[in-house]
């Protein structure tokens, strides 16, 4: 085992072990939360709310989408469990003003916690800054922004990507050109996507070369045209790594259109269940997949820890961060992830 293998392995150990810890912890700070009326927390000052006024947590996602489907279901089933809290799925319809603007709403309306899957990393960090200001912890879902909150619960983006570019690698024989289906510039996500990828293939296979790294928009129509365009010039691309499910899957409608099915080696990103029926089918290669609803129970874990213990926004000195465990399903691992984890 390499250095760096040994410390991502730390790293995940670490992750692994915190994610178990908070679990346990919710479960106790949840069960206090139902029972009793308020008393003062003398280690905040602040007063934990009675078991029959309902404590409001919102998640303010990007846009409807099969990803955060699955973090609310997996919020909302540990926090239906507690019966303290009401809890609310809101749409930021792809924009920023509209996720500043629920922002604003569930501030004055006295959440207690916000889940938040921010459009723009950067724009959203004075309406953060606002919540903590009210007392309001924010949890940010795979996407983090620049104003540190209480925590951050994502998937293994850039070590999952190197994972993904050796993969990848290794089943092109280690040589040959590939291509970048990419997210607009200027979301977290997408940079560690990237360079863990281009790190992973300059450790693993340096004699791979990346010849064409264009933005289609997380779209599956905008990958089909990026990519025809990119295989017009590049008519022997051996591999197409699409940062997320859906631009890979654009780039598996390419290859079946134009016969390259099982010649072009496809990887995405996320593991959404239409990729991992496709690559049962022996079209995507592969992709990194992370149980979402487990993503989506974790934070909720944290959450029940915040609102039943009233532990305020001010008392965090350092941002946490809870990374998920990964697979990368292949046609020899897909078989492992159940259906009831296929999101």
């Given at each position: 085992m390499t250095e760096f293998e040994s410390d991502r392995e730390a790293v995940n150990r670490r992750s692994l072990l915190k994610t178990i810890a908070v679990s346990s912890a919710a479960l106790t700070a949840g069960a206090a939360g139902l029972f009793g009326a308020a008393e003062s927390n003398g280690a905040?000052?602040?007063s934990t709310a009675r078991a029959d006024?309902?404590?409001?947590?919102?998640?303010?996602?990007?846009?409807?989408?099969?990803?955060?489907?699955?973090?609310?279901?997996?919020?909302?089933?540990?926090?239906?469990?507690?019966?303290?809290?009401?809890?609310?799925?809101?749409?930021?319809?792809?924009?920023?003003?509209?996720?500043?603007?629920?922002?604003?709403?569930?501030?004055?309306?006295?959440?207690?916690?916000?889940?938040?899957?921010p459009i723009d990393s950067v724009a959203l960090a004075p309406s953060i800054k606002k919540a903590?200001?009210?007392?309001?912890?924010?949890?940010t879902l795979n996407i983090d922004a620049t104003e540190p909150h209480a925590a951050h619960v994502e998937m293994n983006h850039y070590f999952g990507a190197m994972e993904i570019a050796k993969t990848m690698g290794d089943k092109m024989g280690g040589k040959g050109d590939v291509a970048i289906l990419n997210a607009p510039p200027g979301i977290v996500i997408r940079d560690q996507r990237t360079n863990g990828f281009v790190e992973g293939l300059k450790t693993y296979h340096p004699d791979i070369k990346i010849v064409a790294d264009q933005v289609a928009d997380w779209s599956r129509k905008k990958a089909q045209d990026v990519l025809t365009t990119i295989l017009a010039a590049n008519p022997n691309l051996g591999g197409v790594y699409g940062v997320n499910d859906s631009m890979a899957l654009g780039a598996v409608d390419v290859a079946k259109e134009k016969g390259l099915i099982g010649k072009l080696i496809i990887f995405g990103n996320d593991g959404e269940k239409d990729a991992l029926a496709s690559i049962e089918a022996g079209e995507l290669t592969g992709t990194q997949y992370t149980d979402v609803f487990q993503q989506?129970?974790?934070?909720?874990?944290?959450?029940?820890?915040?609102?039943?213990?009233?532990?305020?926004?001010?008392?965090?000195?350092?941002?946490?961060?809870l990374l998920m465990p990964y697979v990368i399903a292949t046609k020899e691992t897909v078989g492992q992830i159940q259906p009831s984890q296929r999101w």
């Open positions: 905040t000052g602040v006024e309902k404590m409001k947590i919102a998640f303010i996602q990007w846009q409807p989408h099969t990803v955060p489907a699955a973090w609310s279901q997996g919020i909302q089933e540990v926090l239906d469990l507690q019966k303290v809290f009401d809890y609310a799925l809101l749409d930021g319809q792809n924009k920023v003003e509209v996720q500043v603007s629920l922002m604003d709403t569930q501030i004055n309306s006295g959440a207690k916690v916000i889940f938040l899957q903590k200001r009210a007392g309001i912890s924010v949890i989506g129970r974790f934070g909720a874990a944290v959450a029940a820890v915040l609102a039943t213990g009233a532990v305020p926004a001010t008392a965090f000195g350092q941002q946490g961060k």
